[in-house]
């Protein structure tokens, strides 16, 4: 059996319950792919985009949608061992990969004196889209997983003064009709390593000058380095998974503030609110209950006084449901408010 056959079948086999059940779970939970997608899975030479690929390959060979696939390697300034590398592997793989060149290394480094990585990593993703998009794509596929997604969670807090999570899914804002996807979301980091060591495979680390001068200098370790750290030191088993499921559990309740579409939210914007809401749950309440008592045998001067009643509650009722749907829904049956004043209506036109 040739040697990619063998890791396809410890994908589906071996690490099926770490690797493969997690892949097909963020597919169907986040809805990442649809029927007909052209997809260009974008690879920078490490494990993760190796393995995104063979994920990829095997969804489509197995999976119940149909769609298409692209492998696609940005050269930003490789030097010719790494760049050897990445062929080799495509060709162990048995992957397709359609390799062009940038010349992004290059420019980062003359535009920054500090950390590039921030902005490499934008400048690519431009690149990505365009590649793809040429290549008649509607999606890349980036191969971040779960561990990305906690350490982009920390670094936002320690660094960015602000609570963001790394999203399964993204329209692009610069490149009209694409999307981002990122199918390995749910997979951890360690069961990659193990696929990895198991297969005996070599990949890249990130290729550029100064990330190999910062793997020399533990004074300068990167920040991502430095949340894996801070997470390991932790005497809390469950401490991973917890940071991961805060950004599925937001209790908007306990926010001072926030933001969504550039406009900011506080806290104060529905503090009185509450109050008043309070108080219409229970005047609605209290009027349902005369008016139920009142329907039975209604005098012409009550009937009167019902039609205002029951105005007066429906205008409340809405204002309830525009704030919560839920609680309205719980306290008062809309159904039977159109009912009473269906009944209400037809005894005013018989007097």
């Known amino acids: 059996m040739e040697k990619y056959r063998e890791i396809e079948k410890s994908i589906i086999k071996k690490y099926r319950k770490e690797i493969w059940s997690k892949f097909v779970r963020a597919i169907d939970n986040y809805k990442l792919i649809e029927e007909n997608d052209k997809i260009a899975v974008c690879m920078s030479g490490g494990k993760d985009s190796f393995l995104l690929a063979k994920c990829m390959q095997e969804l489509k060979r197995h ?87 906690i350490e982009t969670i920390l670094l936002s807090i320690f660094y960015g003064a602000e609570f963001k999570t ?67 030191s932790f005497n809390n088993k469950n401490i991973d998974r917890n940071i991961f499921t805060s950004a599925e559990n937001v209790n908007i309740n306990t926010i001072v503030g926030y933001h969504k579409d550039k406009k900011r939210y506080s806290f104060l914007d529905e503090y009185d609110r509450k109050i008043y809401l309070v108080n219409d749950i229970k005047d609605v309440k209290e009027g349902l209950k005369d008016i139920l008592v009142m329907t039975v045998e209604p005098k012409l001067n009550e009937i009167i006084e019902l039609k205002d009643n029951i105005e007066s509650i429906r205008v409340k009722v809405i204002g309830i449901f525009l704030y919560d749907d839920e609680i309205s829904s719980k306290i008062i049956n809309s159904e039977l408010i159109e009912n009473i004043n269906s009944i209400i209506c037809a005894k005013i036109k018989v007097e």
């Open 166 to 232: 790394m999203m399964p899914k993204l329209h692009s804002d610069n490149f009209e009709g694409m999307e981002l996807i990122r199918p390995l979301y749910l997979v951890r980091e360690q069961s990659i390593i193990a696929w990895k060591n198991n297969n005996e495979l070599t990949f890249l680390n990130c290729a550029c000058k100064f990330t190999e001068n910062i793997e020399t200098n533990k004074e300068n370790i990167s920040k991502r380095k430095e949340m894996k750290q801070l997470i390991k």
């Open 63 to 149: 999976g119940r949608v149909n769609f298409d696939l692209e492998f696609i390697v940005m050269d930003p300034g490789y030097t010719k061992r790494n760049r050897d590398l990445i062929e080799e592997n495509a060709r162990v793989l048995n992957i397709p990969i359609k390799i062009f060149e940038s010349n992004i290394f290059g420019v980062v480094t003359t535009l920054t004196t500090g950390n590039p990585c921030y902005l490499c990593a934008r400048m690519r993703r431009g690149y990505l889209y365009s590649k793809a998009k040429e290549l008649g794509c509607n999606k890349i596929a980036l191969g971040h997983h779960y561990d990305d997604v």
